[in-house]
């Protein structure tokens, strides 16, 4: 009844009251404010109100006329007690809070309130989580709880979320303590700031915190495979899920222990109870394993694996309390329809819709077709059809990672409004080429630093074509500066690496793959990188190492489909060529074209880094999936 009725009525009989008080200083300062600064008395800002309605917020002005607008980096106001652009007035209306007098017609026309969150400005909407959107659900007030208790000295993040937590608890007994706390606030300058034992504050605050952690929006997120695992794409999945904690989100991961890339003993170590639940990220994410057994090689192994992490993850997902909705990737392909099935339980169980997003990083079957493993028309590819068909009709959204993926979801009748291209990623700040005289891995691996060598990293399948190096690698035998430094982990791993000791291939070096921390240094090793794949298999794709060898200025050289959207970015961007795939002769050619090259002083000069800038940075992409799941949930 107060936050509805009678808030309204107290603000109105106030405002009247000191209505006339208001006016007498309207006649005293507006002839030293003008005489002071000519110009005019008051200053209009653009404000946001209640649930997102911008407003004309006033104030005596207290800066020169024509000032420029100054902005923290966190897109508020600054505010500085030696701002040179206020005036003398100026100065003395803001020290003792004068200036926001006139903000009593405010509260009179009904856009604010005395005591409630205050406004921000409109070019700041943008940057709000969806918890603290939750101040938009009152009026603005003149004075608040971060005005009362804390005045300038909080970071906008976590004022924000107070006056969300405020905006779910308004009651009179808040409004009266934040109003006599404003009081003492405005005439005892030391209490401006906050003291460390204030016993006062310390207990509304713990209760903000409570707030915070119920009302986050929480999001289930089922993977294959995650950290500490190592896979060349695993950063994708670590930079989606901190975007998530970091944008206000809590999040519930379920995942299999760890196995891909790991020794023995670092199975073994996670299999332990203790490292079962992890919380991180400020405990924004809460990490589950359960017991799965390691990633066996052979198709029929693997599908049976999936099968059971498929089991395990439906019996674990539908007893999570309180999620918002679920999202899962497209490894294993058996995934998504289990997302999906958690996604229906548990809106049954809470009686209301839990929407389930799709990544789509990889498109089951089409993906075994390209590899080879099966053909249209087979029994597997009609499980996998009838798999992919209701994945993609459960979905509420699908995050596809280029535009070719999406027409194969479009000719496959998936309406167009579902669908979001989102590319995969890269952050030019930690990815970014490093100098050979400072590139550790010359020295680690006993590289010669004059040799002309040509890298692939990422995963040895059936799919990506690793034979093509191979026998291209044999062919430039010969050349005895050109050397093939490959490093990577898969199914395939073993049976390569085995084959090039066997047949004594000594211009090709195997190792697994690196820490993604160091993948600067993998790129910037190599004169070419390569990105291979089996023909057929790059039509529908575009991998995501590649704007990882843009961003370390590599020339690429991709044995891929022509016509594909990679060989369309790598024209656009000046970033390397396309050769066909599986021609390990015209792969062969084109790397002793760079090789020549190099020999006569002549460097190909890659764009790639300047269109990795401009369309697959991390901050870009990550935003595109917040902005994606932020719609789905309003």
């Known amino acids: ?13 106030f405002c009247l009251i000191i209505l006339p008080v208001l006016l007498l200083f309207i006649i005293l300062l507006s002839p030293i404010i003008f005489i002071d600064d000519p110009g005019p008395v008051f200053y209009v800002s653009k404000r946001v109100g209640k649930n997102g309605k911008i407003f004309g917020m006033l104030k005596f002005r207290s800066m020169k006329v024509n000032s420029p607008n100054l902005l923290n980096k966190d897109g508020s106001t600054y505010n500085s007690p030696t701002d040179k652009r206020q005036t003398r007035v100026g100065k003395v209306l ?6 926001e007098l006139p903000q009593f017609l405010n509260v009179l026309a009904g856009q604010m309130t005395l005591i409630g969150p205050r406004p921000v400005l409109d070019s700041q909407l943008d940057s709000f989580n969806e918890i603290e959107r939750e101040k938009l659900k009152v009026l603005p007030g003149i004075t608040g709880y971060c005005q009362a208790y804390h005045r300038n000295q909080l970071p906008s993040h976590s004022e924000r979320m107070i006056d969300a937590w405020y905006a779910n608890n308004v009651s009179f007994k808040l409004d009266v303590k934040i109003l006599f706390k404003t009081v003492l606030t405005v005439l005892k300058p030391s209490a401006v700031y906050r003291k460390e034992n204030d016993d006062e504050v310390k207990p509304i605050e713990e209760k903000i915190m409570e707030f915070n952690r119920k009302i986050a929006k929480h999001i289930l997120v089922l993977n294959g495979y995650y950290a500490p695992e190592v896979a060349a794409s695993m950063y994708l999945e670590e930079d989606i899920v901190k975007g998530f904690c970091s944008a206000g989100f809590k999040v519930s991961m379920l995942v299999p222990t760890p196995s891909r890339g790991l020794t023995d003993e670092q199975i073994k170590l996670y299999r332990k109870k203790e490292h079962r639940e992890e919380f991180l990220y400020n405990d924004d994410l809460r990490l589950q394993r359960y017991k799965l057994y390691k990633e066996p090689s052979g198709t029929l192994k693997r599908f049976i694996r ?18 918002d909705y679920v999202f899962c990737g497209s490894t294993p392909p058996t995934q998504g329809l289990t997302c999906a099935k958690i996604a229906k339980k548990l809106s049954k ?12 990083q990889d498109i089951f079957p089409d993906s075994l077709v390209n590899a080879g493993l099966t053909k249209k028309g087979s029994l597997i590819w009609k499980i996998g059809r009838k798999i992919e068909n209701k994945t993609y009709a459960a979905a509420d959204k699908i995050i596809v990672i280029s535009e070719s993926f999406k027409n194969n979801l479009l000719e496959k009748g ?13 952050d030019p700040e930690k990815v970014k080429k490093v100098e050979k005289e400072d590139n550790k891995l ?10 002309f060598h040509v890298v692939y990293a990422g995963n040895f399948g059936v799919s990506q074509g690793i034979e093509t190096i191979i026998q291209a690698a044999k062919l430039l035998k010969d050349e005895n500066q050109i050397k093939f430094v490959l490093f990577g982990g898969g199914a395939e791993y073993e049976r390569i690496k085995a084959q090039v000791e066997d047949e004594k291939i000594g211009n090709v070096l195997i190792n697994r793959l690196l820490p993604e921390e160091r993948i600067s240094e993998v790129y910037s090793l190599g004169d070419v990188s390569l990105i291979t794949c089996k023909k057929g298999a790059g039509s529908s794709a575009m991998p995501s190492k590649t704007w990882s060898i843009m961003a370390c200025e590599s020339p690429i050289i991709a044995a891929f489909d022509k016509g594909s959207e990679l060989e369309a970015v790598l024209n656009k961007a000046h970033a390397g060529v396309c050769v066909e795939p599986e021609n390990p002769k015209e792969l062969a050619q084109k790397i002793k074209d760079f090789y020549e090259l190099k020999k006569i002083g002549t460097h190909y000069v890659s764009g790639g880094r300047e269109f990795v800038n401009k369309n697959a940075s991390a901050k870009t992409c990550v935003s595109k999936y917040i902005q994606t799941l932020t719609d789905i949930i309003k």
């Open 1 to 13: 009844m107060y936050k509805y009725f009678f808030k309204r009525l107290f603000d109105i009989l």
């Open 442 to 451: 010359f020295d680690e691996m006993s590289l010669n630093k004059k040799d």
């Open 414 to 426: 998936v309406p167009e409004e579902k669908i979001e291209v989102v590319y995969n990623w890269v």
């Open 94 to 99: 803001r020290m003792l809070s004068i200036d």
């Open 306 to 323: 999936y099968f059971i992490q498929n089991k395990r993850q439906y019996k674990r997902g539908v007893r999570v309390k309180d999620a």
């Open 349 to 360: 169980k809470y009686k209301r819709k839990v929407p389930f997003i799709y990544n789509l």
